[in-house]
């Protein structure tokens, strides 16, 4: 599954993904073959950073 370019669709798809399937954002970036440092730009853009002790973007 490749990953929306929206990015108000990419914060629901990757937290779901964290809440279901992944313990930490690592962990869903190497399984789903994406850029770490990618998807925290495009989330930072709206105002969202990630949270490893939530283990989401909040």
Same mark, same amino acid.
């Given at each position: =599954?490749?990953?929306?370019?929206?990015?108000? =669709?990419?914060?629901?798809?990757?937290?779901?993904?964290?809440?279901?399937?992944?313990?930490?954002?690592?962990?869903?970036?190497?399984? =789903?073959?994406?850029?770490?440092?990618?998807?925290?730009?495009?989330?930072?853009?709206?105002?969202?950073?990630?949270?490893?002790?939530?283990?989401?973007?909040?």
């Amino acid at each position: =599954m490749n990953l929306p370019d929206d990015a108000m =669709m990419l914060l629901s798809v990757v937290n779901t993904k964290l809440r279901d399937f992944y313990k930490n954002l690592d962990e869903l970036c190497d399984d =789903m073959n994406v850029e770490k440092q990618e998807i925290i730009e495009k989330l930072k853009a709206i105002d969202y950073e990630y949270n490893e002790e939530l283990n989401r973007f909040v």
